[in-house]
């Protein structure tokens, strides 16, 4: 597995919120702080409505249609899928929809203080589910790579893992293969966009 270089330690210290760091970065350590915060809350409202949608809708999956979409899965990634995977009756659904939500609901709790306003996460995760013509790196990548990167930036921050492992956490995994890369420059610059449009989002409802 390859080295990540452009994560410097000494840089990666300025992420974390502790005395004697300057207004500036007091204030990006707070800000990468509330994007992986805002990453884990919205993943998990828009599986909720996810799930609610599917509860509702009149289309059902034969279960032809779920060989098929298994088959191909398999084909295509190295996870294992079968036809049971797509398909769901209406309870399913609709408990997953309730339970997932709770889960967003208790993170929501867990999270809040100063700058995570529960009210405004919860017109914030609106906006951004209703919204389909912005954050479009982030809504179809906030419940995969994106949701590991918040995880190890608040590890880091939290002082629960150290640099290298941090390092190790910021990889792409390859659905061909299973292979573990270092995440390009291109892809993260991607990733950095994504959480400043979010964090951007976020305050302007704070306004």
Not at 76 to 96: G, R, V, Y
Request: hydrophobic share 35%.
């Amino acid at each position: 597995m390859g080295k990540i270089s452009y994560f410097k330690e000494e840089t990666l210290c300025h992420l974390k919120p502790h005395q004697g760091l300057s207004e500036r970065y007091q204030r990006r350590a707070l800000d990468v702080t509330l994007a992986c915060k805002l990453t884990h809350v919205y993943g998990k409202y828009h599986l909720a409505m996810l799930h609610r949608e599917l509860a509702f809708s009149e289309e059902r999956t034969t279960y032809q249609q779920a060989e098929r979409s298994a088959d191909i899965m398999n084909q295509i990634t190295i996870f294992h899928s079968s036809p049971s995977d797509f398909l769901h009756t209406k309870d399913e659904s609709i408990d997953d929809s309730i339970d997932t939500y709770l889960e967003y609901k208790k993170l929501v709790e867990e999270y809040a203080d100063e700058q995570f306003v529960p009210s405004i996460v919860k017109e914030f995760c609106k906006m951004v589910y209703e919204d389909d013509d912005h954050f479009i790196f982030f809504k179809p990548f906030c419940n995969l790579y994106f949701s590991v990167y918040a995880d190890a930036l608040l590890w880091y921050q939290q002082g629960k893992i150290d640099y290298k492992t941090f390092c190790q956490e910021f990889q792409e995994l390859s659905w061909m293969d299973g292979k573990r890369t270092p995440l390009n420059g291109r892809k993260l610059r991607m990733y950095i966009m994504s959480m400043r449009e979010v964090v951007e989002a976020y305050k302007k409802l704070q306004c």
